[in-house]
């Protein structure tokens, strides 16, 4: 059998409140970053929505007026049952 070991239990640090609210530090920690994260998610946003209008804009515009819709089924050609 192994000896039993004691592990060191470092306290947990953490930067949220026990009713999981940002603490003060943390949000000392984030208010540098506040502008720079904003702009950057502003402008990713912008990004995403430029592509997916240009895609919609860009399909939409497609006539497939050239392209042969298959008949229903059912009304194709008869299958003559007994082989008369």
């Known amino acids: 059998m192994h000896p039993t070991r004691k592990l060191f239990v470092l306290p947990r640090s953490t930067y ?8 003060a530090s943390l949000i000392r920690a984030r208010k540098p970053f506040l502008i720079k ?3 950057t998610g502003l402008v990713m946003f912008g990004i995403t929505a430029s592509i997916y209008v240009y895609t919609i804009r860009a399909v939409s515009q497609d006539e497939f007026e050239d392209v042969k819709v ?15």
């Open 16 to 23: 949220y409140e026990p009713d999981q609210r940002q603490g």
């Open 37 to 39: 994260n904003v702009i």
């Open 70 to 84: 298959p008949e229903a089924p059912g009304r194709g050609v008869s299958k003559e049952v007994g082989g008369k």
